[in-house]
């Protein structure tokens, strides 16, 4: 029987999956670091919605990585209110 890693290791020589997988991990991250820095500032879903001119929902929709696009100027918007800056990060190898 085969480990989640090793099978995910298969999956990610097809190019189309490991594309997909990339984005996933993404929008997952930006969720995670939105609402990591949200929760440290003591703002509800509501306050950083106002601060950052967007709807409650979609900080929610972002912090869940519901949303299929995030736009960038969203996302720019919102970090702008978290005191945050955007930014790209080097793949992990």
């Known amino acids: ?3 989640h890693k090793e099978y995910l290791k298969t999956q990610l020589h097809d190019e189309e999956f490991a594309k997909d997988f990339r984005r996933e991990k993404q929008k997952l991250r930006i969720a995670y ?8 500032s003591g703002l509800s879903q509501r306050d950083l919605a106002k601060r950052a001119g967007v709807t409650q929902q979609m900080v929610s929709r972002i912090e869940t990585a519901s949303k299929a696009h995030m736009a ?3 996302v720019c918007k919102i970090a702008e209110a978290l005191g945050m800056d955007v930014g790209l990060v080097p793949r992990a190898r």
């Open 33 to 40: 670091d939105i609402h990591a820095a949200r929760l440290k």
């Open 72 to 74: 960038h100027s969203t």
């Open 1 to 3: 029987m085969r480990t």
